[in-house]
Structure formats: C-alpha cells, structure tokens
C-alpha cells in the first residue's frame, strides 16, 4: 500500500517540525511545554499511520526512532509516548509492521552514525569543520537515502519526503535559536557552535547600567 504523495511529503514536514519543537521545548526551554505534550500524541500517532501504511516510509521512520532509542534519546514524556505509538497504531491497523530490512538496517546504522556524531560536535570532540556541519545536520541518512535512491530500493519520492523532514525540523530549531538570542545580550563568540552569553535584567542597577545576572551557553540547533 503506497500513500498519496502530497500526504507523504506533509506527513514528513510536519513530523520534522513537531519532533524539533518537542525537542526545543525540554532541551531549551522554549516554546509551550503543552503544546509539546499534545505534538507527542499527533506526532506518534501520525508516524504510526505512515509506518501502517507505506512500507519504504516505514523503513525510514523505524530507522529514526530505532536509532534514538538506542542513543537514549528518548528522554522526555512526548517522545517516549510518541515512540510507542508509533508503533501500536501500524499494530491495531494492519496487525503487523511491514519492514524491508536491508534498507532500515542501513538507515538504522546511519541514524546511529548521526546522533553519536552529533553528541561529539556539541561536546566539542569534532575539530574538522565538515564533520562539524556533517554532524551538526546529521546528513548520514541523508546519504544512505540517496544511495538507495540511486539502487532503486527507495522512489525519489522517499528522499523528497526525507529532505522535508529535515527541513522543516531545522527550521523550527533555527526560529527557537533566534527567540533564545532575543533574550539575551551576547558578550563573547566562543565557536562556530556555542555562544558564551549574559543575561541582561529589565530595568537598571544602581549605576543605571543594565545589571548582568548569569552566563549561559547557547548551542546552534
């Protein structure tokens, strides 16, 4: 069973956006922790009924969570009750999850590739900057999509789709980066990735200066 391209490439859109804002709102404090709870019922119920669906989506989407699953990066309420939908809607709908699994085999090792690489730029243990913005953008399943695009295990379709999700997940992070640099004044640019910063209170000292109240550190989404 195949699904309708236009609700494929919006699936994968929308899954990419609510997935980061999830992310946002628990790693970085942005946004509405209640909205994230309500993306986590969507987003897994949504996936569920892809990976039901389409079996070359499902390969993806099984790769994704498989992948952060075994990176313990199922680390918040949306994300663990999202990831069990995700695979008890496909369940109750088709009485089994339909895997290809040479093709999620190899998205699950790419998705292992991209969130280790990931961990090791934000803690700095990358020095080349490729790897850096290799990592930073987890372009591993990007990589492995194409090949199997090129093979002809996977539509061209499917790397559309998979392009969007990454899209739009990075769009979201980009937009909560720039409301977190709203708040604060900025004072020393550390790295390409991490922002040194100070936090400026509303409303003067005794000098009537703004009165510096903390350092933080920003990460690039």
């Known amino acids: 069973m195949k699904m309708e391209y236009w609700f494929l490439l919006a ?4 899954l990419g956006a609510g997935l980061k804002y999830i992310d ?16 986590g019922l ?17 390969s ?27 695979f008890a809607v496909p369940l109750f709908l088709t009485k089994n999850i339909m895997i290809n699994w040479l093709p999620t085999a190899m998205l699950v090792f790419a998705s292992i590739v991209d969130e280790v690489g990931n961990n090791r730029a934000d803690l700095g ?17 990007e990589v ?12 061209p379709i499917y790397f559309i789709a998979f392009f969007l999700f990454d899209l739009f997940y990075h769009l979201v992070g980009g937009y909560a980066n720039r409301l977190l640099r709203s708040r604060f004044e900025f004072l020393v640019m550390d790295t390409p990735d991490e922002i040194i910063v100070k936090e400026i209170e509303v409303g003067v000292g005794e000098n009537g200066m703004g009165e510096m109240n903390g350092e933080f550190l920003l990460k690039e989404f």
């Open 144 to 155: 492995v999509m194409g090949l199997l695009v090129i093979f002809g295990v996977f539509e």
């Open 125 to 141: 243990l990358i020095n080349s900057k490729f790897l850096k913005t290799f990592f930073h953008y987890r372009i591993s399943m």
């Open 24 to 39: 946002c709102v628990y790693d970085e404090g942005v946004f509405d922790r209640r909205v994230a709870v309500l993306l």
């Open 11 to 14: 699936s994968f859109a929308f």
């Open 42 to 58: 969507v987003c897994g119920v949504l996936m569920g009924y892809v990976i039901g669906s389409d079996m070359q989506a499902s």
């Open 60 to 86: 993806i989407f099984l790769a994704v969570i498989i992948g952060v699953a075994i990176t313990k990066k199922i680390d918040t309420n949306p994300f663990f009750i999202g990831a069990i939908l995700a």
